[in-house]
T-cell receptor, first 114, second 115 residues
Framework: GAGVSQSPRYKVAKRGQDVALRCDPI?????LFWYQQALGQGPEFLTY????????KSGLPSDRFFAERPEGSVSTLKIQRTQQEDSAVYLC????????????FGPGTRLTVL | KQEVTQIPAALSVPEGENLVLNCSFT??????LQWFRQDPGKGLTSLLL?????REQTSGRLNASLDKSSGRSTLYIAASQPGDSATYLC??????????????FGKGTHLIIQP
């Protein structure tokens, strides 16, 4: 596709449920990023992949958060045992090569935990 | 830890005015700085990217400057239009491809252009 796509666009989960959020980066983009954006705040970095390698996961808030990119293209962010504080918009971004960092963002997945 | 601050938090001006949005960051050892706009319920649209060696970038009515040593950037919008209404976000990057490459964002400036 022409841009970064994410699915689902909206997700409602009951507290304690597991969720999986998908990101399809721009074709050929090596770098992939996940961010979390709380209401009224700027996005906060979660994790970064270069191809299938997860080079930085310093922003993941707890061990309930897990991300993977097994074939170096599509990525999945998984949240186990969701809590209300996990409610946010989860944004995915990609860039063509690691050293050139114009990041292109997807529309995000709005997660609401009840 | 890198912190990014944007001033003002909100701004409302009549159509046609020129305006300046400010961004400051605490760690001057950045790799680059990027300005985005975000429309309600949407993702981020990249506006301008300034490499650490550059002083400014221009795109149409937008001009962004970077003073790395003082930890400041400004986004200048000329002849504002109602369609410019959005939240504008500033973000900096420390790494150059091998790690620490995630962006650190400010909280944004919510801009309203009155018709």
């Amino acid at each position: 596709g022409a841009g970064v796509s994410q699915s689902p666009r909206y997700k409602v989960a009951k507290r304690g449920q597991d969720v999986a959020l998908r990101c399809d980066p721009i074709s050929g983009h090596v770098s992939l990023f996940w961010y979390q954006q709380a209401l009224g705040q700027g996005p906060e970095f979660l994790t970064y992949f270069q191809n299938e390698a997860q080079l930085d996961k310093s922003g993941l808030p707890s061990d309930r958060f897990f991300a993977e990119r097994p074939e170096g293209s599509v990525s999945t962010l998984k949240i186990q045992r969701t809590q209300q504080e996990d409610s946010a918009v989860y944004l995915c971004a990609s860039s063509l090569v690691p050293s050139y960092n114009e990041q292109f963002f997807g529309p995000g997945t709005r997660l609401t935990v009840l | 830890k890198q912190e990014v601050t944007q001033i003002p938090a909100a701004l409302s001006v009549p159509e046609g005015e020129n305006l300046v949005l400010n961004c400051s960051f605490t760690d001057s050892a950045i790799y680059n700085l990027q300005w985005f706009r975000q429309d309600p319920g949407k993702g981020l649209t990249s506006l301008l990217l300034i490499q650490s060696s550059q002083r400014e970038q221009t795109s149409g009515r937008l001009n962004a400057s970077l003073d790395k040593s003082s930890g400041r950037s400004t986004l200048y919008i000329a002849a504002s239009q109602p369609g410019d209404s959005a939240t504008y976000l500033c973000a900096v990057r420390l790494g150059s491809g091998g790690g620490a490459d995630g962006l650190t964002f400010g909280k944004g400036t919510h801009l309203i252009i009155q018709p």
